[in-house]
């Protein structure tokens, strides 16, 4: 066990062939989430920041609308529960059964249908008239893969990352990539930050769960080192989310809304 950090555990492993040797792997933990009583779902997470995770999924799920929504969030570590008191809008969806989706995330799925089917309808869209330059994307994304430091040392966890026009300004990781995105989510509704001139990066494949979750925080580009699927990129060119893909080596792609890059000649 890695006492200093809770995230790693050590195992003793043999490695082909037959050498005895050990591994460090990111520490995968059961939580479950209880919203004003009620015990809405079980997240598989690194355990750090497990307010930030709750608050974040609460966010992107519409039991909190804004920062007035959330009334408490307190941690039980030993249960290994997070208990989250909020307003109106939770009572709402705690009064109503919900549909699930299977996401292309860890397990089965955490997103209701009427997060997709509001995105869909033209809910929350993103209208701003911010602009990045072409190298703050690739030296953020940079930034991000050099400080992603659980993924460096397991090679098994995501990391997700908030930055304005100049650097990153908050870096989460989880096993999950939309953990880590809830992390930031989170954190910044907990602190009331403005985050709707900044831009969301994450190491892993963007999904329309992804992008969903970029509209929910009002968030209008997003960056990933990996690709988009084909809803994703709809759905970006529906809401007004910038999406840029394959970000690595000096280049990019961008899949939509691409008049906020800037500097690309």
Known sequence: MNDRDPRTRTFDV???????DSALLAVEKP???YVNGR?????LCTPENLDELAVGFCRSEGYI???????????DEQAGAVHV???EAAEDLNNKPLRRMVTTGLGKGTMHYHVLEAVQRGGRLIDSDVTFEAEAVIKCMDELSRSNALHSQTRGAHGAALADA?????????????????????RCLM??????RWMLLATGRISSEMLIKTVGMGVPVLCSMAVPTSLAVDLA???GVTLVGSVRGGSFTIYSNDQRIIGRE
């Open 14 to 20: 043999i490695t082909y062939p037959h050498k005895a």
């Open 39 to 43: 015990e809405v779902i079980t997240l």
């Open 237 to 239: 060119r529906k809401t």
């Open 191 to 196: 602190d009331r930050q403005d985050i709707s």
């Open 85 to 87: 008191e909020a307003g």
């Open 31 to 33: 939580v479950a989430l």
């Open 65 to 75: 609308e804004s920062a007035d929504d959330l009334r408490d969030v307190k941690v």
């Open 166 to 186: 100049r650097a990153i300004r908050l870096l989460r990781d989880d096993i999950g990539r939309h953990n880590a995105v809830d992390k930031l989510a989170g």
